[in-house]
């Protein structure tokens, strides 16, 4: 079992649509939790941090659940310019700095 | 403020060969950590250094190694290439959890 699961997609949507990402991890002593984008033949780069409260960022609004471990990502009213990989990232902090990724769910914003 | 930075962007490499990466992190950020990321999976975690010390190793073979200088900034070392190491070599600086990337040295082994 991978430690951190995405569904690849691609996601294929209209702009102005309303798309959601899911991701689960396996390890329950995880301690943080993130977001990140990458662009093609990019660096990845930090969307957002995910706490089990909830948090939004503008038209973004992820989603921690400790107890299922179970992440989600919400974007709502899609730009062209979201169109990108998204990765589910997970940091492993009895390890040091460990981050383990998720092999990334692709998104298609079409006009 | 610049960001991190990775040297050389590109670089090609004969199977066999060693290659040095670097990377310089983001001024007051003193942790460093090294990932592989081959095409259509996710980066893949190889090492993370704080205050020259490593803190954490993934599953790499011995082949691999890094170090991290007074300033902070690292390098990685891979030995006798194979044509599986060929990848995007990203490095992150950290400040608290949160991580930062380099744009990555995408090697290609021949």
């Known amino acids: 079992r991978k430690e951190v699961e995405q569904d690849p997609g691609p996601f294929n949507v209209p702009e102005g649509a309303t798309v959601a990402f899911n991701c689960t991890y396996s390890n329950s002593a995880s301690q943080s939790f993130f977001w990140y984008r990458q662009d093609c033949r990019k660096e990845p780069k930090l969307l957002m941090s995910?706490?089990?409260s909830g948090n939004e960022d503008g038209r973004f609004t992820a989603q921690l659940n400790r107890a299922s471990q179970y992440i989600s990502l919400l974007i709502r009213d899609s730009k062209l310019s979201d169109s990108a990989t998204y990765l589910c990232?997970?940091?492993?902090?009895?390890?040091?700095?460990?981050?383990?990724f998720g092999a990334g769910t692709i998104l298609r914003v079409k006009s | 403020d610049a960001g991190v930075t990775q040297s050389p962007t590109h670089l090609i490499k004969t199977r066999g060969q060693q290659v040095t990466l670097r990377c310089s992190p983001i001024s007051g950020h003193k942790s460093v950590s090294w990932y592989q990321q081959v095409l259509g999976q996710g980066p893949q975690f190889i090492f993370q250094y704080y205050e020259k010390e490593e803190r954490g190793r993934g599953n790499f073979p011995d082949r691999f190694s890094a170090r991290q200088f007074p300033n902070y900034s690292s390098e990685l070392n891979v030995n006798a290439l194979l044509l599986g190491d060929s990848a995007l070599y990203l490095c992150a600086s950290s400040s608290g959890d949160q991580a930062f990337f380099g744009q990555g040295t995408r090697l290609t082994v021949v």
């Open positions: 990232v997970v940091n492993e902090l009895e390890y040091g700095n460990k981050l383990v």
């Open positions: 995910v706490y089990s």
